[in-house]
Nanobody, 119 residues
């Protein structure tokens, strides 16, 4: 069992930046960030393996950067050039046995942190 705690969400104007963090209670190989906007399904944003391999959703490529500190068991998401379409609850997840941006592949989830981008 891995516990995940996100932080760093908030409100920002379009074009601004935020950095999300996720503290994990233990080591996991594949970790990722997901988001869910009101009335929409949860979607994958970015994933990272312990070796640093990454994958991004097309909607965030070039704007978001996922990273991790394996010594601290901490996951990060640097979000730049934010738009109102990025407004959502952002979740950290871990425990996937497959390399995938699909939320159903992940076993462990944090409680989420809200990101709101105003125009």
């Amino acid at each position: 069992q891995v516990q995940l705690v996100e932080s760093g969400g908030g409100s920002v104007q379009a074009g601004g930046s935020l950095r999300l963090s996720c503290a994990a209670s233990g080591y996991t190989n594949k970790m990722g960030w997901f988001r869910q906007a009101p009335g929409k399904e949860r979607e994958g944003v970015a994933i990272i393996a312990s070796d640093g391999s990454t994958s991004y959703a097309d909607s965030v490529k070039g704007r978001f950067t996922i990273s991790r500190d394996n010594d601290k068991n901490t996951l990060y998401l640097q979000m730049n050039s934010l738009t109102p379409e990025d407004t959502a609850m952002y979740y950290c997840a871990a425990g996937a046995s497959w390399w995938s941006l699909r939320p159903e592949r992940y076993s462990y989830w944090g409680q989420g942190t809200q990101v709101t981008v105003s125009s």
